[in-house]
Nanobody
Framework: QVQLVESGGGLVQPGESLRLSCAASGRAGRMFSITAMGWYRQVPGKQRELVAGITSGGSTNYADSVKGRFTISRDDTKNTMYLQMNRLKPDDTAVYYC??????????WGPGTQVTVSS
């Protein structure tokens, strides 16, 4: 049962922007509006890291590495979460995933979406 599907990744040059989307369905969809959600990213050989989180009430937090450049948002009417990424850097290259922000209540991971920042 598909629960989380990420989209919107791609190949961009440094300084450009991308907007990622996360569509929740199944149990993740039914619980979406009351679940704090997050965007994670992972590069080969490194642990997956949480880069942005948003509570059910809309409060947000960001990793220092993306603060001021990334904006997380959600549309509970569509069971969808977004990540607006501006001024992208090569270090932002990773596979991006969405999931619950609470590590003790994660859903099955979706396929992720590849973001590559390169000139």
């Amino acid at each position: 049962q598909v629960q989380l599907v990420e989209s919107g990744g791609g190949l961009v040059q440094p300084g450009e922007s991308l907007r990622l989307s996360c569509a929740a369905s199944g149990r993740a969809g039914r619980m979406f509006s009351i679940t704090a959600m997050g965007w994670y990213r992972q590069v080969p050989g490194k642990q997956r890291e949480l880069v942005a989180g948003i509570t059910s009430g809309g409060s947000t937090n960001y990793a220092d590495s993306v603060k001021g450049r990334f904006t997380i948002s959600r549309d509970d009417t569509k069971n969808t979460m977004y990540l607006q990424m501006n001024r992208l850097k090569p270090d932002d290259t990773a596979v991006y995933y969405c999931n619950a922000a609470n590590l003790l209540a994660l859903y099955n991971w979706g396929p992720g979406t590849q973001v590559t920042v390169s000139s």
